[in-house]
C-alpha cells in the first residue's frame, strides 16, 4: 500500500511541477501576499476532486469527450491564455509604474477566485493530467492500493501549491524593484504565450 502511496505522490508531483499558468498566477498572488490560504486551498482541493473523480473510473467517459472536442478546447484554451498574456505582456512596458509590494491594493477574493477558477478549469491540460493519465493509471491498483494511490496523487497537489503559495513570500526581497516585477510579468506573459501557441498547434488552429 505505502508502494501505491508513493507511485501516486511522485506521478502528481511530477506532473504539477511544469510551469503553466495556473501556477504562473499562483506564484505571482503569492509574492504580493494576497488571499494565500484561500488560493492554495482552491488549487488543491480542485486538483483533488478531479484526481478523485479520474480514479473512480470517469477517466474512461473523459478520454472520449476530449477526443471528440479536443480541437474546440485547445482553440478556446489559446485564445484565452494569449489575452491573459498580453495583459501581463502590457504591465512590463508601463515605464511609469512604481510597483511596490506594501502599496499595492489587494483585489477582493471573488475576482481573484474567477480569474483562478478560468485558469484551472479552462485548460485541457487539466483533465488530461489529473482525470485521464492518473485516472488511467489508477485502474491497475485495486481496493485499499487503489484509494493510498489517490490519496497520495491528491496529496501531492497539496504540497505543491502550499509550498508555492506561501514560498512565493520568500521572493520578496528580490521583488522590490520595478524592474524585477516587469521581468517576472515577462516571463508569465513569455510562458503563457508558448502555452497557447502549443494549444493552437495541437488544437489544429494553426
Known sequence: MISAFLIGFFLGISLILVIGAQNAFVLRQGILGQHLLYIALFCALSDAL??????????????????EFSDLLFGFSAIWLSGYGLMRLKTVFKSDSIIEIELLTPKDLMPTLSILFVLTFANPHVYLDTMVLIGSISQQF???????????????????????????????????????????????????FIIAIKLAYAGNWL
Open 142 to 192: 485495486s481496493g485499499d492500493h487503489k484509494i493510498a494511490f489517490a490519496f497520495g496523487a491528491s496529496l501531492a497537489s497539496f504540497v505543491f501549491f502550499f509550498s508555492l503559495t506561501y514560498g512565493a513570500r520568500l521572493l520578496i526581497p528580490l521583488m522590490q524593484s520595478p524592474n524585477s516585477w516587469r521581468k517576472l510579468d515577462f516571463l508569465i506573459a513569455l510562458v503563457m
Open 50 to 67: 478531479l484526481i478523485c473523480i479520474g480514479v473512480v473510473g470517469i477517466s474512461f467517459f473523459l478520454n472520449n469527450f476530449i477526443a
